[in-house]
Each structure stands twice: as structure tokens, then as C-alpha cells.
């Protein structure tokens, strides 16, 4: 089953490739991303086009990241798709959204069913770019999706759920069983939507001290603050802060962590 071949194409395991081919859930993944005539709209990992094309059906024009060689040109050559497509044939990762936006003098709706391998780094990479992203829906692991959506003092609440959730509102949207793929893969899938922040809540003078202070709390999440954070921050500044040196990582909120990153970026000599 796992070497299927799907339309000629067989799902390459280093891509990460699962086919979706589930009519009802590409209808409500389609209608909850509501692509609109006019939008630049950018799909990464389009695969055998099971998105595209019914997005493609509501647009005049759309743009795709596509890796695998053989699936851009497949798509290339599309009957009805081929003339709307605009192809990038290259990672993502690499692709530079920010002169792609100033290129077509508008925001980027961004969409994808991302392979699991690559979902976690490839939105760290969109987060970079939430300044010209008007929305995002994608459809991850389920698993990365509590993550992403998690608050404190849950077990899924971690570096990826502050992150997201300082940038962006995170709205799960539906979730999609293993059997709407093919080869169906060992896991549950789920859509969600990321809708970057015009004002961010609690903006932070340096991302990367935010980023920073995530990871080492996060590293050693069975620690209390006063151990995972304490060769930054006092517990005289913690008291300060009014933040609790006993609480575990999981246990401080966005803002919290927001806080903290704000008064390191201030006081850069202390740590």
C-alpha cells in the first residue's frame, strides 16, 4: 500500500508526501480558506494539485512552491490549472515572501498541506514574514496543531505555542482522519488558521531575546524558573516582575514570557 502509485505519481517518503483525496475535507479546507478573486494568493506543497485545483476554481491567478520536480511539472502542464500557476520550483524554505509581496503590491494568503518533516522550521521561516502575510491555513500533524494552539499549564505548550501565539490568532479549524490520504499515514492530521497580529499584544524589542529565552526555559521544562532561567533573571527581578521563580515553563504565559524578553533587551549586560 505504502508504494501505491496515485495518478502515476508515487508518494516519495524523503518528501514526506501523503496524498489527500477526501472530497468532504478538501471542500471544507477550500471554504475555510475562502480564496477570492484579486488575492495573491501562494500554496506550499500543492503535490498532485488536490487543493489547488478547487482553489484554483475561485481565482484568476495563484502562485505554488513545489520541491518535487516531477509534480511542478505536472502541474506545469495542467489542463485548466497550467495558465493561472505561477511555479517556484524550490524549498520553501528558501523562498523569500517579502519581495515576492512587494513584487505583486499586496499581502500573501498563504496555504499548504505541509509535509510533517519540515512544518515546524517552515513556519519558525513564515513567522519572519508575518509584516506581509495576511493569513495562513495549513494542514499539519494534529499533534503540531494542539501545540501550536495550546495554553499554559498544558502538556502540548511549549517554545512553538508562545511563538505562534505572539505573532498570531490561532484558530484549529478541522480535523482530517488518516484515511483521507493516500498512503494514509500513521498519524491524525489537522487544519489550522494563523492570522498574523496588525498590532502585536505584546510586542517585544528583540524577537530573537523572546526566541532566546523560550528555548532555554523550554529545554529543561521540568525545572522551575528560578533553574532554567536563573543565570538571567534574579529572583529579586523575577519578584520584581511579578513573576512566580517556582513555576515551571509551561506555566508562564505569552505576555509573561513577552515581559521578560523586554526587560533582558534592556538590561543586556546582566546575563
Request: aromatic share 10%; net charge neutral; charged share 20%.
Amino acid at each position: 500500500m505504502n508504494n501505491r502509485v496515485h495518478q502515476g505519481h508515487f508518494a516519495r517518503k524523503r518528501f514526506g508526501q501523503n496524498f489527500l483525496n477526501d472530497r468532504y475535507i478538501i471542500d471544507s479546507i477550500v471554504n475555510a480558506i475562502h480564496p477570492q478573486p484579486g488575492e495573491t494568493i501562494v500554496e506550499i506543497g500543492p503535490g498532485l494539485g488536490a487543493l489547488t485545483e478547487p482553489v484554483g476554481e475561485r481565482v484568476d491567478a495563484m502562485t505554488v512552491i513545489e520541491l518535487d520536480r516531477d509534480l511542478a511539472a505536472r502541474l506545469q502542464t495542467h489542463p485548466f490549472l497550467g495558465p493561472k500557476l505561477t511555479i517556484f520550483q524550490q524549498d520553501a524554505m528558501t523562498f523569500d515572501f517579502a519581495a515576492f509581496s512587494q513584487e505583486k503590491g499586496q499581502t500573501l494568503r498563504v496555504f499548504g498541506n505541509l509535509p510533517y518533516n519540515i512544518s515546524t522550521p517552515l513556519m519558525f521561516h513564515l513567522f519572519s514574514y508575518v509584516g506581509i502575510i495576511r493569513d495562513m491555513h495549513f494542514m499539519l500533524q494534529k499533534e503540531v496543531v494542539n501545540r501550536l494552539v495550546a495554553g499554559p499549564g498544558s502538556k502540548a505548550y511549549g517554545r512553538l505555542s508562545v511563538m505562534a501565539q505572539y505573532y498570531c490568532q490561532v484558530i484549529p479549524v478541522l480535523e482530517v482522519p488518516p484515511e483521507s490520504f493516500t498512503p494514509a499515514p500513521k498519524v491524525d492530521s489537522a487544519v489550522v488558521r494563523l492570522m498574523p497580529y496588525a498590532t502585536l499584544p505584546y510586542p517585544v524589542e528583540d524577537v530573537r531575546v523572546l526566541s532566546r529565552i523560550t528555548t532555554e526555559a523550554f529545554g529543561k521544562r521540568r525545572k522551575t524558573l528560578r533553574n532554567s532561567l536563573g543565570h538571567l533573571f534574579s529572583a529579586e527581578i523575577l519578584d520584581e516582575l511579578n513573576i512566580d521563580q517556582t513555576l515551571r515553563a509551561e506555566n508562564i504565559t505569552v505576555a509573561q514570557y513577552c515581559q521578560l524578553a523586554n526587560w533582558l533587551s534592556k538590561h543586556p549586560q546582566e546575563n
